[in-house]
């Protein structure tokens, strides 16, 4: 996500079958800098998850093959294609009606930012039979289960 402001951006991971979004400020756009940030955000995650990435064609990109060590294959859509990738362009979209554009994010507190992903990852989806990225990626992703996703409540499906 880019801003007005020149050299503020938030490196934003979407994952496709949940639909849940991370989202972390960059300093800068550097692609040793992005690299870094990614295989972070992906060591984490369970290595059955993390199959692949599919990236635009911007030089903040560059470094992607340190993700192979994380046996991560990557991909890039084709110049001018966002429909490629409309899953993050959508939830970037959703994103901007919590944080706009002119935004200053040196003016952005942490949990602000926190929050408003929160809220993206909380907010029910039609296509997600009315669930939340966060259920789904819990109960579905993950194969987690307990008590607060195991049973569903009578309204859905």
Known sequence: MMFSKYGQQILAVHERTSRLLLGVPLASKLASGVAHHLVRLFEVL??????????????????????????????????HAPWQKGGIENAIGRMRRFIPRKTD?????????????????????????????????????????????????????
């Open 105 to 157: 994010l040196e003016k952005l507190p942490t949990r602000r930012l926190r929050k408003s992903i929160a809220a993206y990852n909380n907010t029910p989806r039609k296509c997600l039979d009315f669930r939340t990225p966060a259920e789904v990626f819990a109960a579905h992703v993950l194969h987690f289960e307990c008590e607060s996703t195991s049973l569903l409540s009578q309204g859905r499906h």
């Open 46 to 79: 369970p290595e059955p998850i993390r199959q692949t990435v599919t990236f635009d064609n911007g030089t903040e990109f560059a470094s992607h093959l340190s993700l192979q060590s994380l046996l991560i294959k990557t991909f890039f859509c084709d110049p």
